[in-house]
């Protein structure tokens, strides 16, 4: 397995393809941050934990700061004809302001599932139900102790 995948980008603006109204933001990391991803031929939804690298200054809480569990969803991004693979992490935790420009270190850690084509459906319930579901489902896998120990790797920065 190509797992643990580390990566680390500042956080760019999406698309608001209605990440935030599904109750889910997604962070996109840039370009040249997901590479690694490369070794990986699914796209879909992937599990890990991710840190958002902020001072301590400029309203961030303490908590904002953790290596936090998090889902990642892969995919081919339609706005470039589908020849682009764009990579959006939803970090599991509630920050009550945006964190564009800063710092995102991530370590994925495993796969959920693949995309699933949402068009004939009614799409923002079934999202909303299987988003869910993933969380439940990274949550229950990083239990483990293998995996609960890459949110202690040097890859994060030093939490005081
Ligand atoms: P965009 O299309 O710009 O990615 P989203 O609606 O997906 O817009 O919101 C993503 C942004 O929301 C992130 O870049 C980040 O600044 C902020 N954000 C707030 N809470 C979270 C969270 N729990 N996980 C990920 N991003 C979050
Ligand atoms: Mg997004």
Known sequence: APFPIFLVGKVQRG???GGKDLGCPTANLPDESITPMSSVANTGVYYGYAQVVTPATEGFKP???EVLPMVMSLG???FYKNEKLTAE???MHDFEKDFYGYEMRAVVLGYIRPELDYVSRAISE???EDIEI?????LNCLERSEYRKYSK???FEDQC
């Open 15 to 17: 698309f608001g393809r």
């Open 63 to 65: 908590e904002d700061v």
């Open 76 to 78: 081919w991004n339609p």
């Open 89 to 91: 992490i939803h970090i």
């Open 126 to 128: 079934a999202l909303i």
């Open 134 to 138: 993933d969380k439940r489902v990274a």
């Open 153 to 155: 790797d040097p890859h």
